[in-house]
């Protein structure tokens, strides 16, 4: 039902455009632009499997790079084909099989991620807004990334002083545990211990801000991945006020509703790029089929690199592990 919501959202908006003007704008895109907006989504994986790999050896010393890129390129292919960014939940799952850590330890690390996606597009938004003067375009997409740096500023600040208190929190933990069935209390402890424990990036204030700084690099390359996919059929827009309109764009896509984000994918670049004077609306659709095309098959062929990776590289599943699971 919602991949049929989002087809008809795309055909009511190319049905606006004149579809001719699409497939003619789609056909006269300049491949060198498209081949590097494909490369960007290459490099966006590889940043980030990076910066996992750093969050995830704060607690696990020995985790591997390659388990980080593998699992990542993974979680972000089914993200670019599923709803609601179910390859997230992949993630967890494939990354606590192959550490031997729980699934509440994994799931931390994921949040963190998140954490810090919010607040490095924060920086990166505001700071191209202050250089091209175009604060006042995206005025709903402001207020929607100020909502959600607000909520992540607040989740990391209790995560903080979680993990800074740990004992007195697992005095809470153990208090509220207390009021649960006895078949629970233990798990509901266990879970606890294991998502501390994948907080424990937050104790090492310099290895926290090297992700924070890593971060950056991690969005600055998709959004120039998608400034490249609009270059290849447009001229429109100066580099920074460009940088701006792509940044809020990516801001929009924080949640995708439905598969493969289609139709919203395409309405909200259409939408974010035309609030700051980019056009005509055929040429910004067609600008949107490419980029949504381009990274769609990119990050399916490095899942399957990635797919392949695992598959060559089995871990038996332990008989015992040395961090629980249920969490």
């Known amino acids: 039902m919602l991949l049929i919501i989002g087809l008809l959202i795309l055909y009511g908006l190319i049905r606006t455009v004149h579809p001719g003007e699409v497939a003619a704008a789609i056909r006269g895109a300049t491949p060198g632009w498209v081949a590097l907006g494909m490369l960007s989504s290459v490099g966006f994986i590889a940043l980030r499997s990076w910066r996992w790999q750093i969050i995830l050896a704060a607690s696990v010393a020995d985790a591997p790079l390659t388990d980080a890129a593998a699992v990542t390129a993974i979680g972000f292919a089914v993200n670019s084909v599923s709803p609601f960014k179910l390859g997230e939940l992949l993630r967890i799952g494939a990354i606590a099989q192959r550490l031997r850590i729980g699934v509440g330890e994994a799931s931390a690390t994921v949040v963190l991620e998140r954490i810090l996606d919010v607040l490095a597009l924060l920086v990166l938004a505001v700071g191209a807004a202050l250089v091209s003067g175009q604060s006042s375009n995206g005025a709903r997409?402001?207020?929607?990334?100020?909502?959600?740096?607000?909520?992540?500023?607040?989740?990391?600040?209790?995560?903080?002083?979680?993990?800074?208190?740990?004992?007195?929190?697992?005095?809470?933990?153990?208090?509220?545990?207390?009021?649960?069935?006895?078949?629970?209390?233990?798990?509901?402890?266990?879970?606890?211990?294991?998502?501390?424990?994948?907080?424990a990036l937050l104790r090492s204030p310099g290895r926290f801000i090297a992700t924070g700084l890593l971060s950056l690099a991690v969005w600055i390359v998709?959004?120039?991945?998608?400034?490249?996919?609009?270059?290849?059929?447009?001229?429109?827009?100066?580099?920074?006020?460009?940088?701006?309109?792509?940044?809020?764009?990516v801001i929009t896509q924080a949640i995708s509703v439905t598969p493969a984000s289609v139709g919203t994918y395409e309405g909200l670049f259409v939408l974010v790029l035309g609030a700051f004077g980019a056009g005509p609306a055929s040429v910004l659709t067609a600008a949107a089929v490419i980029a949504h095309v381009g990274g769609i098959v990119t990050l399916l062929l490095v899942g399957a690199v990635g797919a392949?990776?695992?598959?060559?590289?089995?871990?038996?599943?332990?008989?015992?592990?040395?961090?629980?699971?249920?969490?």
């Open 141 to 199: 997409v402001w207020g929607g990334l100020a909502a959600l740096a607000s909520v992540s500023v607040a989740a990391g600040i209790v995560a903080y002083v979680m993990v800074l208190n740990r004992e007195r929190t697992m005095s809470i933990a153990a208090h509220l545990a207390a009021r649960l069935p006895t078949r629970l209390r233990t798990p509901a402890l266990n879970a606890a211990d294991s998502i501390l424990r994948g907080l």
């Open 222 to 249: 998709p959004i120039l991945g998608l400034a490249a996919y609009f270059r290849s059929v447009s001229g429109e827009l100066g580099p920074v006020t460009l940088f701006l309109a792509v940044t809020l764009f």
């Open 308 to 327: 392949l990776w695992l598959r060559l590289n089995r871990k038996p599943l332990p008989v015992g592990l040395q961090r629980s699971v249920p969490s």
